[in-house]
């Protein structure tokens, strides 16, 4: 004999649901931790190959290695709240929008130094963004 719960299953999404993350959440986690190696690697090349990208005249012209460190600090920080969208911690949703908007603005001022792949990486974090605005992830 089976017994009925004295309240009803709440439904993934819902407050007080089973726990694991939707599709949304599931998405923006996992593009952040696609998106994170891809500046962790660009932030390599540019600190231990100076010469690798030039811009000519350029407003955000920074060293190329400055660059490297900046995208490797980002590619970090999109990993560590990647990681936290996936295991649903609760601070991860803010920080992943504000790492992922810092890191669309900073490919976006990348591009004149590599363009083919500043703009899909721009994309990535543009859909991260997206994703982790839609309502309520958990």
């Given at each position: 004999?089976?017994?009925?719960?004295?309240?009803?299953?709440?439904?993934?999404?819902?407050?007080?649901?089973?726990?694991?993350?939707?599709?949304?959440?599931?998405?923006?986690?996992?593009?952040?931790?696609?998106?994170?190696?891809?500046?962790?690697?660009?932030?390599?090349?540019g600190?231990?190959?100076?010469?690798?990208?030039?811009?000519?005249?350029?407003?955000?012209?920074?060293?190329?290695?400055?660059?490297?460190?900046?995208?490797l600090?980002?590619?970090?920080?999109?990993?560590?709240?990647?990681?936290?969208?996936?295991?649903?911690?609760?601070?991860?949703?803010?920080?992943?929008?504000?790492?992922?908007?810092?890191?669309?603005?900073?490919?976006?001022?990348?591009?004149?130094?590599?363009?083919?792949?500043?703009?899909?990486?721009?994309?990535?974090?543009?859909?991260?963004?997206?994703?982790l605005?839609?309502?309520?992830?958990?």
């Amino acid at each position: 004999m089976t017994t009925v719960p004295s309240r009803p299953e709440r439904g993934h999404g819902e407050p007080g649901g089973s726990g694991t993350i939707n599709g949304a959440a599931m998405f923006a986690g996992s593009m952040m931790m696609l998106s994170g190696p891809l500046s962790i690697l660009m932030g390599a090349s540019g600190i231990a190959h100076d010469t690798l990208f030039a811009a000519s005249r350029y407003s955000y012209r920074f060293d190329v290695t400055a660059w490297g460190w900046i995208h490797l600090v980002v590619g970090v920080a999109l990993v560590i709240a990647g990681l936290g969208v996936l295991t649903d911690q609760g601070w991860s949703r803010g920080v992943g929008i504000a790492v992922a908007a810092i890191s669309l603005v900073t490919q976006f001022m990348f591009v004149p130094y590599y363009p083919l792949w500043a703009i899909p990486v721009m994309t990535l974090d543009l859909l991260i963004v997206f994703a982790l605005t839609r309502g309520r992830l958990s």
